[in-house]
């Protein structure tokens, strides 16, 4: 099948997260399954990756407006045409001449309240509901059920098909023998709140004076360092999967996630995890056997702290969290979107 995926970032953007590694491995298996694509995104740094077709359509506004003229003009050359949103997609329902299957990880919902511009914080929920309206209707996949849910509950009656995200599972690693926290998010970024990451640490030093936290991420550290705070920036994966596999929990914050990849590659490397139960984070927490609390620091704190009071407790929820994360791979993954695929083009 020959297929053209229209997305704002691509795999060298600068603000490439989750979303963008989930793409590049969904498309990356179909490219290995003989499947010929094409990714429009906002920079093409590399021509090609990994068999993957890359075109730079320049940055936002006038992405949109390219990418639907790409589509317009080589329709012919593709079968399928996949509309990801991050908050608004390509309309490609009104200008399409082939079949649409829209990818959508998440809406914005509550993180429109965590923007720093006023505007924004007014606007965003009412032009992210028109934005996403002409979808309402199409086939799509999704990364959880919490999205899927969410969705059906704003209209989308379309086929619905939820590929979760794949990991490879490392050799397990020897944990610090300090208490050890780890964060895993895009630096910067308000809906992860990393300042409610840093407030449950500091509340958890009047007890564990030797507690440390580990920030990985991408983009610029707070000027602040509080004590027992390391961050690492721009590390190699290698390096941040030894760091996950070392730390005894990781932490998350987030106001809302598509699914939480950081919970399932912490539970690859080993390690389990403690979050705030709020969209996507709850699902993943619970699948790898993770502990969910409320979204508040004081109790993300008091729920850590119960936890690395026993050892022997997180050696076994570490143990778990690697065998539950098993059960998610990107082949599994490529399986879906192959299904999702066929329905469109038999």
Known sequence: MRLLMLSWRGPDHPAAGG???????????????????????????????????IVGGGPPPSLYIRGDRFLRRHARLFDVVVDQINVCGFFTPFLSPIPVLVLIHQRAAEMWAEHPYSARRLLGPLGERLALAPYHHHPFVTVSRTTLEDLRGQGWDGPAFIAYNGVEVRPPKTKETRPTMVFLGRLGAPGKRLDQALRAHALLRQHLPSLQLWVIGRGRPPHERPEGVHFFVNVSDAERDDRLGRSWVLIATSIREGWGRMVLEAAACGTTSVVYGTPGLDEAAAAVGGVVSDPVPEALAAAVQRLLLDPADVERRGKTAAQAAQGFNWNRTADVWEQALTTLIP
């Not at 590049?24 to 590399?46: D, N, Y």
């Open 19 to 53: 979303a963008e590694q989930y793409t590049l491995q969904v498309l990356r298996a179909l490219s290995a399954r003989g499947h010929r694509i094409t990714w429009f995104c906002e920079q093409a740094t590399r021509p090609m990756v990994d068999g993957i077709s």
